[in-house]
Structures are given as structure tokens and as C-alpha cells.
């Protein structure tokens, strides 16, 4: 069964603590990114690891020089068990990453093609490419689109590596319409239809149930 991954991105940190310590028996996983970050500061990451005991991935999308993601990630991967880079901006930029995450003994995710509409402008033309590039690399995972399920399979199958996949919930991705094509080292990420919903817990549980029954094949 995929693994369930919180996006949270919310914009303070009493917030944060609060939705985690709901929803930690459902979820396997944790996404932060700039609101929080920026919000809150990097030490967020380790108040969450010690209410979740989960993994926690720092969502920085980064895409700069060798030298200057270099950086971005000694910093990061002090707190985070995982970072996400873009694939974008090169194999130099990435491998940078991949350097210092090897040294810490961390994760490297790389997006191919983002979940939101505008991505099909420029990324999608190239995400194929990312994927065999994220291939050759052996990056530890990828990010590819819950929000169409064809693209999410056919970067699956270039790539041949764990997908972190988000657009479930909010940006009209469905759990049922993606679970074939993943298997249990993939993540299924879910933000806003958790953490804004009246009850997180209570859709966070529905998230992990879909995840364990929906399996048709
Ligand atoms: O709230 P929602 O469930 O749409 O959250 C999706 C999360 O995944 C957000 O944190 C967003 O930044 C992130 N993301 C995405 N598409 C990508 C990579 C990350 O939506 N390709």
C-alpha cells in the first residue's frame, strides 16, 4: 500500500503541531515547504519529528548553481530526512544535492512535471526527459502529477523509481484513479483537503483507508 504524505503547509507553527499530533497514527509522512518554513524556521522540522516520529521532507523545490543548492542543502538536511530539488536546472544542480544528502545519509527527490494546470506550459514538454535524467542519477524519488493519472504512469515507467505524487483532494486528483500504478515505496501526497478540513484526523484515516482497499489489480 502507498505511503500517505501530509503536505503541510500551513502558516504557523502552533498550527502545525496541532494537525500533526491529529493526524500522526494515519499518515507515514511529512512535506514542508516555504510557508511553514519561512513562517516558523527550519527547527519546525524536529518539533514535528518529535510529536510524529515520521519522516519529514523539506519541499524547497531548489534550482540554483551546484554551489549555491549545495548550501541549501547542508542546511536543510541538518533537520530534514529528505529534500526536493527541481531536475530542470541540470545535472550539475542536482548531483550537487545528491553529494551533500549521500553525506548525511538523506533522501533526494526530484520533480519531473508539477500537478497544477500551468506545468503542462512548460514542464510537461520536458518532464520525459527529467525522468530518464532522474533515472541515470538514481535520485532516491521522484514527484510526478496525481492530477493526470496517464503522465504520473508513463513518468513512472521511464523513471523506474518511488514516486512522491501530489494533486489528491484539492487539485481534483483521485485516489482511485492513480492507486494501480503505485505500489508500496510510493507517496501519496495530500495537503489542503487534510489540513483545512474541519476534522483532519477524520480525512487523514479516510486517505489511509482509500489507500489500503482501493488496490483493483
Ligand atoms: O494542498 P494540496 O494537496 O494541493 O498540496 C499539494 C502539495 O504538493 C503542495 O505542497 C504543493 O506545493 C506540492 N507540489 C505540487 N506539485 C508538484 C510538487 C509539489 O502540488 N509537482
Same mark, same amino acid.
Given at each position: 500500500m502507498p505511503k500517505l504524505m501530509i503536505a503541510l503547509d500551513v502558516l504557523n507553527r502552533e498550527e502545525a503541531l496541532k494537525i500533526v499530533n491529529e493526524v500522526k497514527d494515519y499518515i507515514d509522512a511529512v512535506k514542508v515547504g516555504y510557508p511553514l518554513v519561512l513562517s516558523s524556521g527550519l527547527e519546525i522540522v524536529e518539533e514535528i519529528k518529535k510529536i510524529c516520529n515520521r519522516e519529514v521532507i523539506c519541499d524547497f523545490k531548489v534550482a540554483d548553481i551546484p554551489e549555491t543548492?549545495?548550501?541549501?542543502? @547542508?542546511?536543510?538536511?541538518?533537520?530534514? #530526512?529528505? &529534500? &526536493?530539488?527541481?531536475?530542470?536546472?541540470? @545535472? #550539475?544542480?542536482v548531483k550537487a544535492v545528491q553529494e551533500v544528502a549521500k553525506?548525511? $545519509?538523506?533522501k533526494v527527490i526530484m520533480v519531473t512535471e508539477m500537478s497544477h494546470p500551468g506545468a503542462i506550459q512548460y514542464m510537461q514538454p520536458i518532464a520525459n526527459k527529467l525522468a530518464k535524467m532522474a533515472k541515470k542519477l538514481k535520485v532516491d524519488a521522484i514527484v510526478a502529477p496525481s492530477t493526470r493519472p496517464e503522465r504520473l504512469k508513463e &513518468?513512472? #515507467?521511464?523513471?523506474?523509481?518511488?514516486?512522491?505524487?501530489p494533486g489528491v483532494g484539492y487539485q481534483g486528483g483521485k485516489i482511485e484513479e492513480i492507486i494501480n500504478i503505485?505500489? @508500496? $515505496?510510493?507517496?501519496?501526497i495530500v495537503g489542503?483537503?487534510?489540513?483545512?478540513s474541519e476534522n483532519p484526523k477524520d480525512v487523514a484515516k479516510k486517505f489511509k483507508e482509500k489507500l489500503n482497499k482501493n488496490k483493483t489489480k
Open positions: 543548492n549545495r548550501k541549501i542543502a @547542508e542546511i536543510a538536511l541538518k533537520y530534514a #530526512d529528505g &529534500i &526536493i530539488v527541481h531536475g530542470f536546472v541540470g @545535472e #550539475d544542480s553525506k548525511f $545519509n538523506k &513518468i513512472k #515507467d521511464i523513471a523506474k523509481l518511488p514516486v512522491m505524487t503505485l505500489d @508500496e $515505496n510510493d507517496y501519496v489542503r483537503s487534510i489540513y483545512q
